[in-house]
C-alpha cells in the first residue's frame, strides 16, 4: 500500500496552474443547439475530460477552443451564455473564454467522416483493412488543423499581450491540445511562434491507441504526423505500449535519436518528453449517482445480469461478444433462465455505411441467438440501442453482476472505471480484454482475448460462480485504484509533468546531448567490414552554419582538423559538394586530397585534376542577368537579395521581415518558372536551376562510380550529409543525413542531424572507427599514374556523361588503377 500513499500526495489535492491555460479540443464542452424559438442554447457535455478540465479553465479564466458542433453558428456570431440554473461543469465557462473554430458542411465530411474516422480510427486502432487513404480528405484535414492553430495563435498573441502589459514577462501560457482530430496543428502553431517570438508551452494527449511501426507505416502521410506530434514540448498516451509505440516510429520513420529508457526524443535540436498517463473518471461523482440512482433493470433475484456498455463501433468487438456468450449458453446450460445479457450500444456515426451494417449485424444475429435459446419467460439478451443518462447507467453498474468489456482494440476504455465505481453494493466481477488500455492498469480484473470464444465462455462462467471474499479483494483493490488514479490525478499529473503547477519546481528541462557513442547505432553495421569508405558532404547547412551573407558560412576550426585527419586515412576519401561554384567551395574549404563539386555537382573536381562539367543549355547561360535583374527589380528588396552562381541563382530572403516573406517567396517563385528555371526550396532561399537532369544525387553516383570503378559498391561504403536532392538517389546505397535545423522538413534520409555541430560529432565517430583499422591502401601516386593522370588532362571539361561518360570513366579508372586495390 506504500505506491498508494505516495500517489495520494498529489491525487485528489487541488493544484494552481502557474499560467493561463489555453484548451483545444475537436469539439467545445458543450454542445449548441437551436431551441422552440430559434436560438441557440448550450447543451450539457458528459465526459471526464470536460468534468475535469472545464473547472480549471474557469478558474484560471482560460480559454476553450472547439468547433461547435453546428453548422448554424457564423463567424462573429456570439456564443450564449450558460442558463443561470445550469450546474454543469462548464457552467462558469463564459462565452468571452471560448473560440469556435468555424468548419462548413463540406469541409466536416471530408476531415471528420473521411479522414478522422475513415483513416485514422481505424488504423490507430490497428485495423488497416479499414482505413482509406484518401489525399483530398488528408488536405483538407491539414487545412481544418491549421484553422485551429489560427484560433490558438490568436488568443496566444492576446494572452501574452495581456500579461505582458501587466508586468508578468516571466509567465508562459501553457497550450493543452486533445488527441487524433488535431495531430497537425502543433506544426503552424511551433512555427509561427518562433518566428513571431511568442512564449508557451505545448503539451499533447492522445486519447486512443497509438499503433505499432508496422502499422502506422501505412500512413502516406505518416512523417508528417509524426512531425506535427513532435512540435509539442510534452506527448501523453494512455499506456506505455503507446508511448513506445510511438518513440519507434519516430525513430525508425523520422530518423530521430531517441532515449526508450526516459522516452525522450530528439529531433532538429529540440528534446520532446514523451510520458504514460493513463485517463482517470470522475470516481466521486460515479459512487454519488450510484447511491442515489433508482433501480433500472427490473430482474427475479435469481437471475444475475452480465451487461456490456459500448458505443456502435466495429472496434468495440459486439459481434465477438455475442457469439461468445452463444458458445457459452452451449458449453453450460445450467445457467439457462439464470443469466441474461444485457447490452447497450450507443448510436454512433448512424450515416456511415459500415455503422449501419453493423448494426444490421448485430440485431440479426442476437434475433438469431435468442430465437434458439429462448424460452417463455426468458430471453438470454435483451438489447439497447439508444442512449442512457448517466443516473441509469450507474443504477446498471450498480446492480450487474458482470461487466463485460471486451474491445478488440481501445484506447483506455473508462466503462471498465466506471463499472468498478458504481460497484457500492454486493461486489461484481470485471472481465476485460487485454487489448483496452484499461487491460494494462486493471490486473485483478479477469482478462481475457476477445478472439478466443471459448476462453471467453470459460471465463464468464469463472466469472459468475468466483465466491464472494475473492469477490471482495479483487474489487476493493480497482476500487482504492480508481479513487486515487481518479480525472483530477490524472490532470495534475500532466501539468507536473509540463512543469506547469505553481507549487513545484520546474527543473531543468529534459534534453539528449548528442554524443559520439550514439553513431554506434546509426554507423556500426553500415560500415562494419568495408574495404574504403566514401564521405559525401554538403557545404552550406552542413559543415558550416547558415549565415545572413554566404561569405561569411566558415567552417569550425575543429571542422577543419577533423577533415584534415580523415583525408590522410588511406581508406577515407572525402567529397564535398555544394550549390557554390566550383572554385568558391574549393577556396571555402581549402582542403587537399578532397573531391569538390560545385553548382550541385555539374562542376567537379578530383583531387589528382581531373575534372566533369556537364553541359547546361546556352539559352539559360544566356538568361542568367535578364533574370537576376528581374529579380532584383521585383523582389530583393528590405534585406532580401540574388546570388549569382554562375549557372543558377540564389534568392535569399531570410533577413526579410517574416510578415513579408511569403509574398516574396511566391512572386521569386513565378519569377523562377517564367524564366523556365526550376524552383527548389531551401532555408528561407530558392536556387533557381536549368532544367537538367542532373542534380546532387546522381553527381554523387558519377563521383563513386569515377573514383573506386564501376564495381564500386562491393567494395566501398557510403555515408553521406546534406540536403534533401541526393537522398532518393542514395537510398539503400549510402547511410544517409538529412542536416536541417527544422523539425517540419519532409525527408527520405535514413537519419537526421540538427546541424554543423552534429555533423562534426559524426565525423569524429568515422575517425575514431577508422583509426582501429590497419593501413591497407598505399595512397603514393605511382609513376605509371602520373603519366595517365596527364593523359586525362586533355580530356574536353566540356565533355557530356550522357554522350562520352563511358570513355571518360575508363580513362580515369586507368589513372587511378594503383590506387583501386581490394
Known sequence: MGFFRDLSSMGNKKRDINGPLIVVSNRLPFVLSKNSDGELVRKQSAGGLVTAVAPVVVECKGTWIGWSGS???????????????????TAGLKSNQIIPVHIDKSEFEEFYNGCCNGTFWPLFHSMPDRANFVSKDWKTYCRVNDKFADCTLDALRNVIKTLDEAGNHDTVPLVWIHDYQLLTTATKIRQVCEEENLRCKLGFFLHIPFPSWDIMRLLPWDDQVLQGMLAYDFAAFHIEDYCLNFIDCCCRRLGCRVDRTNMLVELAGRTIQVKALPIGIPFERFVQLSEKAPTFLNMPDDVKVILGVDRLDYTKGLVHRILAFEKFLEKYPDFHEKVVLLQISVPSRTDVKEYKQLKDETELLIGRINGRFSKPNWSPIRYIYGCLSQEQLAALYRDCAVALVTPLRDGMNLVAKEFVACQIRTPGVLILSPFAGAGGTMHEALLVNPYELDEMANVLNRALKMPLDERELRMTQL?????????????????????????EDEGP??????????????????IAGAGKLSLILDYDGTLTHLTSHPDLAIMSEETIKVLQRLTRMPDINIAIISGRTLDNVKSMVGIENITYAGSHGIEILHPDGTNFVHPVPRQYEQKIAGLQKLLVEEVCKEGAWVENKGVMLTYHYREAPPAKREHLERRAIEIFKNAGFEPHQGFLAIEGKPPITWDQGRASIYILRTTYGVD???????????????MLALQGIACTFRVDPSPMVQTAADF????????????RWVEKEMHKRLPTLNRTMSNSRIQNTALVHSISSQMSIDQKEEEKEKMILLARRSKLTT
Open 752 to 763: 537526421r542531424l540538427s546541424g554543423p555541430d552534429a555533423v562534426l560529432t559524426m565525423l
Open 509 to 526: 528541462p529534459k534534453t539528449m546531448q548528442l554524443r559520439l557513442d550514439d553513431f554506434d547505432m546509426y554507423l556500426s553495421n553500415h
Open 479 to 503: 476500487r482504492h485504484r480508481e479513487q486515487l488514479l481518479d480525472v483530477n490525478y490524472w490532470m495534475t499529473s500532466f501539468f507536473s509533468s509540463m512543469g506547469a503547477l505553481k507549487d
Open 71 to 89: 453548422f448554424d453558428l457564423k463567424p462573429g456570431d456570439p456564443i450564449p451564455e450558460s442558463d443561470p440554473e445550469d450546474k454543469a461543469p
Open 712 to 726: 564500386w559498391s562491393e567494395r566501398v561504403r557510403v555515408i553521406y550529409a546534406g540536403n534533401e536532392d541526393a
